[in-house]
């Protein structure tokens, strides 16, 4: 029995507006997928990058939004911050009786990101924000050469430093200490140091942070899986 011959079919042609959505769409996945790459080892320095987007963002007058603020530094009773520092900053600071900011896990949950924020003693009022990322760090756990990064932005100028990477500073000593289970917060004292600069993300400059001392509450609640009493003596 012969067949018929089939007929041949051709696919209708893809309308403008698709073909235009499906390039947008295909760059923004490439765009994605570079900037994780390019930043997957620095995940404090990008949460440092949107600080400073927040703070520069601000009105000239009046500082950061209320918002931007809030979302920013959750508030802490208790905490502290001591480092030196050099180079585009040169400045001594003891952030002890300043109020700091809850620390937290770090988004990909490797460690924890610190906040601190205060004045720069004789620099006409400028403020500071350091963000201080380390990992891998588990809730709970003490550890010594604990990789970290450092990102130091002065507030309201645009201006800030990343070390970019996990390779130039470290936490030579890092205690973690169970102060309230039901909000699964503890208190992590740490030592660190610096061997390279913060450099300037745009233009010239960069600052040293050739030690410092450090006390946050971290804040776990918001971690995938909380801590447990069990996993806090290990």
């Not at 997957?40 to 918002?67: H, I, K, M, R």
């Not at 990789?147 to 890092?174: H, M, W, Y």
Request: proline share 8%; with cysteine; aromatic share 6%.
């Amino acid at each position: 029995m012969v067949k018929s011959p089939s007929r041949c079919s051709f696919p209708r042609p893809v309308p403008i507006e698709w073909q235009r959505a499906l390039r947008i769409g295909a760059w923004t996945c490439l765009l994605a997928i570079c900037t994780a790459c390019g930043r997957a080892d620095n995940l404090a320095s990008a949460d440092a990058s949107q600080a400073a987007a927040a703070t520069t963002a601000a009105p000239a007058e009046g500082g950061p939004t209320a918002p931007a603020t809030a979302a920013l530094c959750q508030p802490s009773q208790e905490g502290y911050l001591r480092a030196r520092l050099k180079g585009s900053i040169d400045t001594e600071l003891d952030w002890s009786n300043t109020p700091q900011c809850l620390g937290a896990p770090r988004p990909s949950g490797d460690g924890v990101r610190l906040l601190f924020k205060g004045p720069v003693t004789g620099d006409d009022g400028t403020a500071l924000l350091i963000v201080i990322g380390a990992g891998p760090l588990d809730a709970g756990e003490s550890r010594r050469q604990v990789p970290a990064n450092i990102t130091v932005i002065r507030e309201g100028s645009g201006e800030f430093f990343a070390t970019q990477g996990d390779d130039k500073c470290a936490l030579d000593e890092v205690t973690q200490q169970l102060l309230d289970p039901a909000k699964h917060r503890f208190r992590l004292t740490a030592r660190g140091y610096c061997t390279q600069p913060a450099r300037a993300v745009r233009g010239d400059g960069a600052v040293l942070v050739s030690r410092f001392d450090v006390e946050s509450i971290i804040d776990y609640a918001d971690a995938e899986t909380p801590p447990t009493l069990a996993e806090t003596a290990r």
